[in-house]
């Protein structure tokens, strides 16, 4: 290492440093988003350049939603970079962009575009120090480790030499650039202190498969879809515990326990014929793990009637809507006896489900007054959560996916927009009453 290049490390190690510091998640409905991002470029114009650099940028969102039509940011960023281990380039300024993807998409792409200030410490004995004007694009895809593609253009601003250097860039980055899409919620999902869990599969022994006609493909995709809706119905058992466990807290009439306690036993038989369809599609005896409820964690009755509300709003009123609304959709092309008696179950269950969440919401808004109505405005003016079923379509032989009661990606979305839409205007409506 040379004399010059101890110049540069101390930048380069505090935006490593930032960077290995970033949370490993944000929300969404956050409205700033910190991100980072390691690359490697070359740049050519007044000198052929290998550079090695590291960026931070935060910016303010603007979520996508009825008035903005894609999620939009604007904010400041910095980046060092090291020139073949002998120079430091610096930047600072303003970046704004937004994501070219639509709100519902699985994979998040985006363009950036940046403006500011950088310098260039001395290269070798012909290139002296220099400052100049920073102008730059960058596109990122997360999908879902974030990569992007630059493009930085330096025209300068001091003496000579008077030639603009450009530079191409590609490097991972690590939390996109205006926010993490919310994770999609199917059902009631159980959530810890970290987030939503989903409870874990075991595979118990080999079962009988059936049917025979399926081709493996297909039967793969079905079986490892039931699975994980069987992981998603297990993870609503203690989920409704926890909120009979909480009603009961805060003082509850017995009526709303005693709803929680029978939509529980609804999630055990909706986990039992989940599992029961992915094991005989799998040829294996398939079934979720039991998990315990996370622990009370309220500081106080306000707090546990504002989360409470929050989480009737997203499991209950939404994803519960949402699921009933899929299942009843599902039924349409379904045909296999066993996934029939399921789906309707599940979609009657899920219903009432979702009927039980706006009660609690509508108890949570009498006692919790000013604080629990404006979190709860908050939730419903603010931008929709994604819709469940955020990975790709699943993939195989169409008719026999229907009739094994997959939906088609753009059927779910339908479900979920309708649910989103009367959901809104049910809330509303709700809020204006408390
Ligand atoms: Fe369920
Ligand atoms: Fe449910």
Redesign the pocket.
């Known amino acids: 290492m040379s004399a010059r290049s101890r110049a540069l490390p101390p930048a380069l190690a505090a935006l490593a440093a930032a960077l290995v510091s970033l949370p490993a998640q944000a929300r969404a409905d956050e409205p700033f988003a910190l991100s980072g991002g390691l690359m490697l470029s070359l740049s050519f114009g007044q000198q052929l350049a290998f550079g090695l650099g590291a960026d931070l940028r935060l910016a303010a969102v603007l979520e996508g939603g009825d008035t903005v039509p894609r999620t939009m940011g604007f904010g400041p960023f910095a980046q060092a970079t090291w020139l073949n281990f002998s120079a430091g380039r610096f930047a600072v300024g303003i970046h704004g962009g937004g994501e070219l993807s639509e709100r519902y998409a699985g994979d998040q792409y985006s363009l950036d575009g940046e403006l500011g200030w950088t310098y260039r410490t001395r290269i070798g004995d012909q290139l002296p120090g220099q400052h100049g004007l920073h102008v730059g694009v960058m596109s990122t895809l997360e999908s879902p480790v974030g990569l992007e593609l630059s493009a930085r253009a330096v025209i300068p601003l001091s003496d000579e030499p008077f030639t603009p250097e450009g530079t191409v860039g590609m490097g991972l980055r690590l939390l996109p650039p205006f926010g993490m899409r919310a994770r999609p919620i199917d ?2 999902p159980l959530r810890s202190a970290e987030g939503v869990v989903l409870p874990p599969a075991l595979a118990l022994g080999p079962a009988a498969a059936r049917p025979a006609r399926l081709d493996r493909a297909t039967r793969s995709a079905l079986a490892g879809a039931w699975l994980d809706s069987a992981r998603g ?1 297990c993870g ?1 058992i203690p989920a ?1 515990l926890a909120l009979a466990r909480d009603l009961a807290a805060v003082g509850a009439p017995v009526s709303l326990v005693a709803r929680a306690l029978a ?1 529980l036993g ?2 055990v038989r ?1 986990t039992a014929r989940c599992s029961a369809i992915a094991s005989a599609l799998a040829g294996w005896r398939l079934q979720p793990a039991l998990l315990p409820p996370p622990p009370a964690r309220d500081p106080d009755r306000r707090a546990a009637l504002v989360r409470m509300a929050l989480e009737a709003w997203h499991d209950g009123c939404l994803g ?1 809507g949402a ?1 009933a609304a899929r299942a009843r959709r599902s039924l349409v092309g379904a045909s296999d006896a066993g996934v029939r008696a399921a789906l309707f179950e599940i979609a009657r ?2 219903a009432q ?1 979702a009927e039980l969440g706006w009660r609690v919401l509508a108890y949570c808004l009498t006692e919790g007054g000013r604080a629990v109505r404006e979190a709860v405005g908050d939730a419903m003016t603010g931008p929709a959560p994604a819709p469940p079923g955020d990975e790709a379509e699943i993939e195989g032989e169409r008719k026999e996916m229907e009739a094994f009661g997959a939906l088609q990606r753009a059927q779910a979305d339908a479900a979920w927009e309708q649910t989103w839409a009367a959901a809104r205007r049910e809330g509303e409506r709700v809020l204006a009453a408390a």
């Open positions: 059902g009631r119905e609503s409704f939509a609804d999630e909706h519960e699921a269950d899920e489900h």
